[in-house]
Structures are given as C-alpha cells and as structure tokens.
C-alpha cells in the first residue's frame, strides 16, 4: 500500500494502478505585519496554519471504475468527516485531513457514453476543529450536510 484517506487505499497491483502523483504539501506561518514609521515593519508571528496536502490520481477504467471513483470522492468531499491521511508509511498532519476539493479534468469517454479515464485533483487541509460562524453557529459536517444527502440518494437511484 503507498497510502490511503480513512478506508480507501493507494496502491499498486496486478489489478489496479491507484497512486497519488505530483503531490505537494504545504505549510506556513500565520503571521500579521505592524508597520513602523520610518522602518521595515515588525512582525507578530500568531501560530501555523493549517497544513494542506494536494494531489492528483489518473484514472484509467483498465483498472478502475472512473464514474465510480470521480463519485465517491465527491461524495467524500461533501460528507465534511476529516480522516487520517497517510502517503508512503507517514501520516501527514498533526491532526486528521478534510478533503477540502475534488476535481476531474481531462475525462475521456467511449462511443456508449461510460469513462474511459482522466484525472482526479485531490484538495486536503488538516483538520484542528469544527469552528462557528460570527453568530455562534456550529459548523455543519457529516449527514447534516444537506448537498451529501442529496448526491447520496441520486447515486443510490441511479446504481
């Protein structure tokens, strides 16, 4: 196994070609300027940001059902339920990862209209905590969610 995103594995086999490509991780200080007259500003540095991972996996209905895999990525984007990103034998953040954003591009199909292949950009940030809105609001994640509902039975009633 090369990795995985909660249950779903990245891995090489026989069968399959699933592995994550061009990945980048990223992280940064969260850091404001105070400016000085007449001199270069001060810096106060706040903490870290949140880490963010991306990558992108190609598709290839030799050894996947794209249709199925575009789907359940984003069906796992609009659930909002952070899980534990592992990529070689690390897990990547200090906390769990929120797919943040899902993206197919370069789709190619056959003449009968089903996937032949393509790509899939893959968004992550780590996941600290469930935050609120300038009301008091909780954030909204998981089942709540009422676009995952939604995708979820037009998936279940077209399978």
């Given at each position: 196994m090369i990795g995985s995103f909660g249950s779903k594995k990245f891995e090489v086999s026989p069968n399959?070609?699933?592995t994550p490509d061009g990945t980048s991780i990223s992280e940064a200080l969260d850091y404001e300027e105070?400016?000085?007259?007449?001199?270069?500003?001060?810096?106060?540095?706040?903490?870290?940001?949140?880490?963010?991972?991306?990558f992108s996996i190609k598709l290839n209905a030799m050894?996947?059902?794209v249709e199925k895999e575009i789907s359940f990525w984003v069906l796992k984007m609009r659930s909002g339920v952070p899980e534990t990103l592992i990529l070689g034998n690390k897990a990547w953040g200090t906390n769990k990862m929120l797919l943040a954003n899902v993206d197919a591009s370069e789709l190619r199909w056959a003449s009968d209209g089903t996937?032949?292949?393509?790509?899939?950009?893959?968004?992550?940030?780590?996941?600290v905590g469930?935050?609120?809105?300038?009301?008091?609001?909780?954030?909204?994640i998981g089942a709540e969610m009422k676009a995952s509902?939604?995708?979820l039975n037009e998936m279940l009633v077209k399978s």
């Open positions: 399959k070609i699933y105070q400016e000085r007259a007449g001199d270069k500003p001060l810096i106060y540095i706040k903490g870290l940001k949140n880490m963010s991972v991306k050894f996947v059902d996937y032949l292949g393509g790509d899939l950009s893959l968004s992550f940030i780590e996941y469930s935050g609120a809105d300038s009301d008091g609001n909780a954030a909204v509902q939604v995708m």
